[in-house]
Structure formats: structure tokens, C-alpha cells
């Protein structure tokens, strides 16, 4: 295949053109790699090489000026914006960048198209001044400051501008509009230069001025890349500016236009995918490569242009790992490297100047994994001790003396010390941190040259940062500083290097100028990417925009086209991917593009819809056999004691009481932010018991419980001390919860008072009492115990009764059965009856009781019921139960809680999963 480069050169070497004299200028440097290397294929002696320049180089040539950064502009316009503002009426830096980019984008576009800047700028304001016309008078504030500022656009332009001249730089608008006006005298003390300029497409105003008076003096030959498919067709986006060139530019009158080429309707073998997710065309890119190697295992002439360039890491990461000659021509963007969240954490944390720090935030910071290493010491890490310390302690917010308490490791004081809202101070703390982490990185400096690098280029920003703030000392605060930093960010990359010349090149689609590849691999082209759709970041509305000849969204649109096209021109194999996933943030449908290359019909293109392989979900309940080491875990378990609330644990699901009491797994250890239920229960239920413990064995009386209430806010604190560590209980869900607690205990109290002066006689016989047991199950022929914890038992009018505190709402149709067999398959309803018969049956096998007794639950959510006694109804239309528990009534339960044991343990039976 021959380059549109190779063309070129060779009808210039055909000419007898003498090339060390010629000066090459193309639209990207990256062009210039390779119009050298078509070169040395060329001619065939030696000869110094031509100076090849990209139109941006030749520009700053010709204006002699210097482009500086958008961020450098930033600072030097702020200046300009001070210097022309009352003091009253300045805004900060970090307000006043929000508009000032748009600002800026619009002066470069204005003066890259030449257009004369009093005229829009007197236009624009007068169009405000017509939007905010009223026949009041008097205007607002608002209004008057909003059409003051529309008048006030061309003074900051005269200074801004007039100030970076002086500087001898600019931005990229004003060094065009220089060089467009130093055009006519370059072209009288260079008359014998000759200029090559090839693959443009869309120019701007100035660089049509500087070319056409170089092709009107014959000091250039330019050299256009179109093919006749495109320039023929009148609405063909491909060809926009290119005929708008050949019809308007005098020139070509004259002279002949180069070149119209015929190489789009060559056959092609085209492929288009249909891919869901940009992950799926990363994995698709892998598969391609992976089927064209067959036939060109070098993969020479191959390109994967990526119309999303985020796409690069999933793109390399697919790459098959054999390939050896592999070059990218664009860098990976500095914020999607790990140390730029660090930094992210970091400013975010200090931003508002705080000494106090949110938990997560702090964790997040010490697991970072460029920090981490840092707390490493011989036996553990002090990071891990930490974050674990907090999570036990449940410390919401520390400030760096609470963390100094568990490690005194300096790098804490780097990380946490107040940044006292200062920019230069910010900046200083982010120097420590990248020197604590370069010292860390380089004692093992072989194998983290990459993160090392890393932080090579995070150094260099803050290096710029630093300067800039030096220089311009427009920062006066860490939001203004974050808003900086995410600039230079967004701008910055890490640069990968390479050999341009051999094997598969990833680039982005800007890249691809100019050069040409036999095989195409081109992904995201949907709407939104390619093209990237209406975008109006522009003070300059869109009528104006028109009137005065600037590019609109239709211009931007026409750009990609040619892009895209002028990939396909020359190329044989080209396979195009697109997202089916439609997505609003990173496009939708799949692009016009593809919808206009199947409506020319052209060439014959083969659709096809990348399905993933997705596995079958296997839906069927898990099975878990009992091995012999599960069954000596069942002994061991079995011998300790099964619990109420373990035999009910199975019953609910066997599976989850096989992961917690076989294998151990508990549920992730956290910082209770908001008091959860079960430290609530437990705050409750000591509280009661510390409240009851001084009367046991007594009959309780009515100033018994009201020398209770003035304890309650006292134990209630002191409990929730214990319980919830150093978490903070006085504001917040917190305090409603606090308050609930108190409720709950107030209101029981109260119910109790009520029972009392009802007549009724209340003798507390046990609190908390612990109770274990051995049970005989012949079947089994192993140990077994039964331990459990009741929470009171108390004398009612003479009877026994057991009673199970619940902070949760329990209703009276849950402690009543028919069918003994429900009371262990039946978790819903029956587990807390089943709780309750369990602590009966123990306490009776530690010491028999004297029948009949009652079992009950008291809920705290439910305290109208008074306490919920278990009782057995003779049929489903029973009215009444009975509630007294008698020997009878242990013994049905002891043959299902044995049939239950059974189970368990029984090695033929494995734990199946139920359906929660």
C-alpha cells in the first residue's frame, strides 16, 4: 500500500526537487516520523535532512512568539482582570477561572478566524443590552453588573493581550493572528524558501491568509488528501472545507488542485461490530489482533485508532501479551493514574481547613496503596492497626492526636496536619508526601520503575504548581489550589515510548492525521464520540457565530467526518466497533457514520453483534455434605453448646449456620456511624438488668420502680458508652436513638407500676442467668450441651415466669402454636417460641420447676401487649390458648429439639440452602 506521504514524495522527488531545501509542514509532529522514514525509501543519496515542522511550530516561528499553557493563561488574564476591576467588585481566582476559560477559548477563536475584535465585541454587547431592554429606568444590580461585564470584553482583551505580547507569548489565537499579520514581510526576507504543506483539511482564517500569501509569492505547493467519492458529492461532510478551499481561494484559478484521489471506492473488506459495554470492544480489539496475525503475524501497517481514548487501558490490557513491536502514539491522562486519587483524598480532606477527619476518609487514605507501605514495620502494619482501632473504637471523626495515639509514624503528621486553608503550606505537604513515598519506592527500585515514574511526573506538576503560584501569587486557598491542580491534571499525561515505525500503533483519532494504515481498527464510533455531537462552551451565541464566519458544532462535525474517511480512503481491512449499550454520558446510538456508510453502498459491509458468553447461573439451592472434619466441628460445637439462637439460626438456613459456627465467617466488622439494632438491644437489656439486679428477690413495689426512672438516663449513658465506644450519641439519628432507648425503658417501667397498682404481686427471682446443660440423645452417641443467657424470671401472683426482652415488634400469634412439628420448620413464626421453650427446658433440666410456669417475650415495640405468653391452641378456630408450661409440654418440645440435633449433626444429611 502507498502513503498519501509516499505520493507526495515522490512527485516532488519526480520534479527534481531539491529536498534539504524544502520545508515540510504537516498538522501534528507526529507525521513528521513518518514522512522521514518514506524519505529514506525515496532518495537514494545521502543528503541533510528538510525541516519538518507541524503548523503549530511554524506559526510560533513566523509570529515569534511563544504559546504558552491554558493554565499559564489563567493566571496572566487574572492579572489583566485586577488590574481593570475595582476592588469591590473582584472575584476570587477559583470563581473568577469558572468563566474566564470560556473567555479565553472565545479570544482564541476570535482571533484565530481574524475577526476584528472591537466589532464582535461592541456587537456582543449590544446584543445583551437588547436581551435585558425594559422601559424601567432602572436596571438592577444584577443586570447593570451583567451588561457592565459584556462592555468591559474588549478592554480585558486590548490589556490581556497587550500584556502577553509584551511577554513575547500567547495563546494559541493571538500567535496566529501575529504570524497572519507578519505573513506579507516574512514572505520578503524568505523569497527563495520553498514551503511543502500536506494532509490539511479544516483551516482557520489565519491559516488560510498565511498559506494562500505563500502560494500567491510561489514560495509553496500544498498538497490535499481527498477523494473524488467525497469532493463530488456537494452534501458530503467528508469534503466541507476542502471544496469551500478548491471553489474560494483564487489560487487555484490558476493552478492545478492536488489531489483528488480515487482510492475510496477500492474494494475494501469491511467488518462492523455491534458490541455491548467499551469493556466488550476492548476484549473484541484483542480478538481481532489475535485473527489478523495469521496473516500478517508482524502486524505491520495496523492501527487500532481509539474514537474513546479512556478506552486505552482496557485496550492494552486485551492486547495479546506476544506481541512484541507495539507503539502508542498518545499518553495516559495523569488523573487515571493511582496516585491522582490519593491527592484527590487529600484535597478533598483538608479543602475546608479542618483539624477533624471522617473515618472513611481517613481509612481510605492509610489503605491507599502508595501509603499503606509506608506504616509497614517488622511485625505488622501500623496503617492496619489503625483503621482496625477505629473500627472497634467507633470513632466517627479523629483528629491527628487520636491517631498519634496508636502509631508514631511520622508520615502521619505529613498526611493529617492542618493545611490552615494555605496554598503554599498545601503545596509543601504534597512535596513531603512525594519524598516519603520516592524513599519507600526506591529501596526496592528494580521492580517499581513504573510507580516510581508516577511519582516523577506528580513531582513535576506540583514543581508547576509551585511556580505558578510563585509567580503569580493568585492562590490564596485550597479550594483555588484543587481547582488548579484538577486543570493541570486534565492536561497532563504520562508519555509511553516506543518505536513509530514497527508493528501495531494505538493511537487516538487526532493522531491518525495524515498517515495512512492497510488494516483499520476503529472503536467507539457512536453518536457522542464520533462525532462528538452540539457543544456550545462559548460565550458568543450561535447567530453570531455564523454572521462572523466561526466554526459551529455543523464545522466540528465536519472535521470528524474527514477524520474518519480519510482512515478508510486507503485502507484494505478495516473493522469498525460500536457500543450497543446505550449510554448518555459516553454516547448512544451507534454514529451517523455507520449508517452512512451502509446507505451509499459502496462497499459491502459485514454486520455482526457481538453476544458475550454469559454462564449459566446454576439457580438450584446449594448443597453442602458434611466431610469428617465439618462432623468433628459439629462435636466440638456439640460439646460446647448449642444455643438458642444458633439452633434457630439453622432453622432459618442451614447454610448460614454452617459459614458461621463450622467455618467462622462473621459479618464485616464496620464503624457504626448510626447505632445499629443489636447495640441498642444490648444497651436495653443491661440497662433493665442493672435497674432490677438491686431488688432481686423481693417483691417489687411502685417506689421501688420510680427510684428506678431517675437511674435510667445515667445507666442508659454509661451503657451506650460501653457499647458504642467512642461514638458520638448527642446529636443526630444518634440522639433519636438515645432517646428511643430511654423511651423504652421509661415506658416498661411504667408498665410495671401499672401492673402493681392493679394488685398484681412481681417478685424478680433471676437477671441474665446463664444457663448450660447436657442433653442424652442415644442416637448421637457424642456429647451434647445446651447453654443459653435468660433474661429474667420473676414470680407473677405466684407463678414462675420466663421472659425474653425483644427491642423489635413481636405480635402474640408468634409465640402461640398447634403443631409441635411447625416449632422447628416454621422460622418465620415460631423461632421465638422456640427460644422460650428452650430457656424453660434448660432452666427445669438445672433445677425442676414448679409446674405450671409461663414463658413470654416482652417487645418493646409492642409494650400494649404486656408480656406475649406462649401457649398451645387446641385447633386453628381455638379462641383461647393455654399458656401454662407444664412437664407435658417439655416433653413434646424435647422430641423436636432432639429431632433438630439429629439433623444437624446427622453425617447423611448435608446443610441445603433455603430460600430466605
Known amino acids: 500500500m502507498k502513503s498519501f506521504i509516499f505520493d507526495v514524495l515522490h512527485s516532488l522527488h519526480n520534479k527534481g526537487a531539491d529536498f534539504s531545501n524544502l520545508t515540510f509542514i504537516l498538522p501534528s509532529k507526529r507525521a513528521g516520523v513518518f514522512l522521514r522514514q518514506e524519505l529514506s525509501t525515496i532518495v537514494e543519496k545521502a543528503l541533510f535532512s528538510p525541516e519538518i515542522l507541524s503548523i503549530e511550530e511554524f506559526i510560533e516561528d513566523l509570529a515569534e512568539l511563544k504559546t504558552i499553557s491554558n493554565t499559564e493563561l489563567l493566571f496572566e488574564f487574572y492579572n489583566s482582570y485586577l488590574e481593570l476591576t475595582p476592588k469591590e467588585d473582584r472575584e476570587t481566582f477559583e470563581s473568577f477561572s469558572k468563566w474566564a476559560q470560556i473567555l479565553l477559548q472565545d479570544f482564541n477563536e476570535i482571533d484565530r478566524y481574524l475577526i476584528p475584535q472591537n466589532q464582535i465585541f ?4 449590544a446584543i445583551k443590552k437588547l436581551d435585558h431592554w425594559s422601559l424601567d429606568p432602572e436596571k438592577t444590580e444584577f443586570v447593570s453588573n451583567y451588561l457592565k461585564f459584556w462592555d468591559k470584553l474588549k478592554v480585558y482583551y486590548k490589556h490581556f493581550s497587550n500584556a502577553l505580547l509584551a511577554k513575547h507569548s500567547g495563546y494559541q489565537g493571538l500567535v496566529y493572528r501575529e504570524a497572519a499579520n507578519k505573513i506579507e514581510s ?33 514560495m509553496a505547493e500544498i498538497f490535499w488528501d481527498i477523494d473524488s467519492t467525497f469532493l463530488e458529492n456537494p452534501i458530503h461532510d467528508a469534503a466541507l472545507f476542502t471544496r469551500k478551499h478548491k471553489n474560494e481561494w483564487p489560487y487555484f484559478k490558476t493552478n492545478p488542485f492536488q489531489w483528488i ?23 473484541t480489539v484483542g480478538s481481532i489482533l489475535n485473527t489478523i496475525r495469521t496473516n500478517n503475524p508482524s502486524l505491520k501497517s495496523t492501527a487500532v485508532v481509539l474514537g474513546d481514548e479512556n478506552l486505552l487501558i482496557p485496550v492494552l490490557n486485551s492486547i495479546p501479551k506476544d506481541i512484541e513491536a507495539l507503539n502508542i502514539t498518545m499518553g495516559f491522562p495523569l488523573q487515571s493514574i493511582p496516585l491522582a486519587s490519593l491527592f484527590e483524598l487529600l484535597f478533598t480532606i483538608h479543602k475546608k481547613g479542618q483539624s477533624t477527619f471522617y473515618y472513611k476518609d481517613v481509612i481510605s487514605v492509610l489503605s491507599h496503596q502508595f501509603i499503606k507501605p509506608l506504616f509497614e514495620t517488622e511485625d505488622n502494619n501500623e496503617a492496619s492497626i489503625i483503621s482496625d482501632a477505629i473500627k472497634t473504637n467507633n470513632l466517627v471523626y479523629l483528629t491527628l492526636n487520636d491517631l498519634k495515639t496508636y ?17 503554599q503550606l498545601a503545596i509543601s505537604n504534597c512535596f513531603a508526601i512525594i519524598t516519603v513515598i520516592k524513599e519507600q519506592l526506591s529501596k526496592n527500585k528494580s521492580n517499581n520503575l513504573l510507580p516510581l515514574e508516577y511519582v516523577f511526573r506528580f513531582n513535576s506538576l506540583f514543581n508547576e504548581l509551585y511556580r505558578l503560584n510563585e509567580s503569580y501569587n493568585h492562590i490564596k486557598d485550597i479550594s483555588a489550589l484543587f481547582s488548579i491542580y484538577n486543570e493541570l491534571l486534565s492536561s497532563e499525561t504520562l508519555d509511553f515510548q516506543g518505536e513509530p515505525l514497527q508493528g501495531l500503533q494505538v493511537m487516538g483519532m487526532l493522531e491518525s492525521r495524515v498517515l495512512d494504515f492497510e488494516t483499520v481498527i476503529l472503536t467507539s464510533v457512536n453518536e457522542g464520540i464520533l462525532p462528538s455531537g452540539k457543544s456550545n462552551n462559548s460565550f458568543i451565541p450561535f447567530d453570531v457565530k455564523i454572521e462572523n464566519n466561526l466554526p459551529t458544532y455543523k464545522e466540528k462535525d465536519a472535521v470528524y467526518t474527514y477524520h474518519f474517511y480519510r482512515l478508510l480512503q486507503r485502507a484494505k481491512n478495516i473493522y469498525i466497533l460500536y457500543n450497543t449499550q446505550a449510554d448518555a454520558l459516553t454516547g448512544g446510538e451507534k454514529s451517523r457514520f455507520i449508517n452512512q456508510l451502509q446507505l451509499e453502498n459502496i462497499h459491502t459491509i459485514n454486520h455482526q453483534i457481538v453476544v458475550p458468553q454469559v ?31 444458633s439452633l434457630t439460626s439453622y432453622m432459618r438456613n442451614p447454610l448460614d449456620f454452617y459459614y458461621q459456627k463450622l467455618l467462622g465467617i462473621k459479618d464485616l466488622e464496620d464503624v457504626e456511624e448510626t447505632v445499629a439494632a443489636n447495640t441498642l438491644g444490648t444497651v436495653v437489656h443491661d440497662t433493665l438488668e442493672a435497674l432490677y439486679t438491686p431488688y432481686k428477690n423481693q417483691l417489687l413495689t411502685v417506689e421501688h420502680i420510680k427510684e428506678m426512672k431517675s437511674k435510667i438516663e445515667d445507666l442508659i449513658t454509661h451503657f451506650f458508652t460501653l457499647q458504642y465506644k467512642e461514638g458520638d450519641i448527642t446529636k443526630g439519628k444518634n440522639l433519636i436513638i438515645f432517646e428511643i432507648a430511654k423511651r423504652y425503658v421509661l ?11 392493679q394488685g398484681n404481686s412481681i417478685k424478680i427471682i433471676a437477671l441474665e442467668q446463664k444457663s448450660e446443660i447436657p442433653i442424652h440423645i442415644p442416637e448421637l452417641g457424642f456429647k ?34 398447634q403443631d409441635w412439628v411447625d416449632i422447628t420448620t416454621d422460622y418465620k413464626k415460631f423461632s421465638k417460641s422456640f427460644q422460650i421453650l428452650t430457656y424453660a427446658y434448660m432452666m427445669h433440666a438445672q433445677k425442676p420447676l414448679e409446674f405450671p410456669v409461663e414463658a413470654g417475650i416482652i ?58
Open 122 to 125: 461592541d456587537y456582543l454587547s
Open 186 to 218: 516574512y514572505c520578503k526576507t524568505n523569497p527563495n524558501k520553498p514551503h511543502i504543506f500536506l494532509g490539511f483539511n479544516a483551516l482557520n482564517t489565519a491559516e488560510e491568509t498565511i498559506i494562500q500569501n505563500l502560494l500567491t509569492e510561489n
Open 261 to 283: 484521489t480515487e482510492n475510496y471506492k477500492k474494494e475494501k473488506n469491511i467488518t462492523l461490530y455491534g458490541v455491548p459495554k467499551n469493556i466488550g470492544q476492548a476484549k
Open 407 to 423: 502509631s508514631e509514624n511520622p508520615v502521619l503528621t505529613t498526611l493529617f496536619s492542618n493545611w490552615k486553608n494555605n496554598s
Open 615 to 645: 454462564p449459566t447461573l446454576d439457580l438450584s439451592l446449594k448443597e453442602i455434605l458434611k466431610t469428617d472434619s465439618a462432623i468433628l466441628k459439629l462435636k466440638d460445637l456439640a460439646a460446647y453448646g448449642f444455643s438458642p439462637s
Open 747 to 757: 415506658n416498661f417501667l411504667n408498665l410495671e407500676i401499672k401492673d402493681l397498682k
Open 784 to 817: 451434647i450441651a445446651l447453654r443459653g443467657t435468660v433474661d429474667r424470671v420473676d414470680e407473677y401472683n405466684g407463678i414462675t415466669r420466663i421472659i425474653d426482652y425483644k427491642t423489635g415488634k413481636v405480635n402474640p400469634n408468634e409465640v402461640t402454636i
Open 859 to 916: 417487645s418493646f415495640k409492642n409494650l400494649s401487649a404486656g408480656v406475649m405468653q406462649f401457649g398451645v391452641k387446641a385447633s386453628s378456630y381455638a379462641r383461647t390458648k393455654d399458656t401454662k408450661i407444664t412437664q407435658n409440654t417439655l416433653d413434646e418440645f424435647e422430641k423436636e429439639l432432639k429431632k433438630l440435633i439429629i439433623e444437624i449433626c446427622n453425617p447423611a444429611i448435608p446443610f441445603i440452602e433455603k430460600e430466605v
